[in-house]
């Protein structure tokens, strides 16, 4: 059984800019969840995504926004990237509203 | 408004002594806490979960217990070992399947 992923591990954006992070959800795993955590905070939900449809959405602005897939991978994608967007963005996986499994995250750094 | 509060914010201790982190939650609609370890710059990892129907749950060294009308959580763990040394963190779940955590507590267990 194949755990959660997530591509790339690292990377260093420039302000203004637009990132797209993703997520290979577990095997059997029809919902994808995100969230942001920025340096010594706990993370917090941006949104989740199943069945390939918006299912939840946490209190961030527009230009945070995703994808699911058939196969239930999905995207994060953020645009206009500001500073403060600097984190480490975790996806998780899971079978409808049962428990959610964590990828390794993504760091990203705007500079 | 959902909110998770843990307490201490850091701690440290001397190896092998018995310790307590709490985390307290304002909604009673809780559907199950769940506590998650997370080494620096790493993903989650999930240590316990309890239904919100449950008291307490147990894995080895480790004791999660619930108490719904006080909206408390406590995490024990017994015999702390140098490898407990992490950040610690708690969250409920409610309706769709929306974590929210709390800031975590850092544990460094010192030799």
């Known amino acids: 059984e194949t755990g959660v992923t997530q591509s790339p591990t690292h990377l260093i954006k420039t302000r203004g800019q637009q990132v797209t992070l993703r997520c290979s959800s577990q095997s059997g795993h029809n919902t994808v969840s995100w969230y942001q955590q920025a340096l010594g905070q706990g993370p917090q939900f941006i949104f989740q995504?199943?069945?390939?449809?918006?299912?939840g959405r946490g209190n961030f602005p527009p230009r945070f926004s995703g994808l699911q897939f058939p196969n239930y991978s999905s995207e994060l994608n953020v645009n206009a990237l500001e500073l403060d967007d600097s984190a480490l963005y975790l996806c998780a996986s899971s079978w409808a509203s049962d428990q959610q499994y964590f990828g390794p995250g993504t760091r990203l750094t705007v500079t | 408004k959902q909110e998770v509060t843990q307490i201490p914010a850091a701690l440290s201790v001397p190896e092998g002594e018995n310790l307590v982190l709490n985390c307290s939650f304002t909604?009673?609609?809780?559907?199950?806490l769940q506590w998650f370890r997370q080494d620096p710059g790493k993903g989650l990892t999930s240590l316990l979960l309890?239904?919100?129907?449950?008291r307490e749950q147990t894995s080895g060294r480790l004791n999660a217990s619930l108490d719904k009308s006080s909206g408390r959580s406590t995490l024990y763990i017994a015999a702390s070992q140098p490898g407990d040394s992490a950040t610690y963190l708690c969250a409920e779940k409610t309706s769709y399947g929306k974590l929210t955590f709390g800031q975590g507590t850092i544990l460094t267990v010192h030799p």
């Open positions: 909604d009673s609609a809780i559907y199950n």
């Open positions: 309890i239904q919100s129907s449950q």
């Open positions: 995504y199943y069945r390939e449809e918006e299912n």
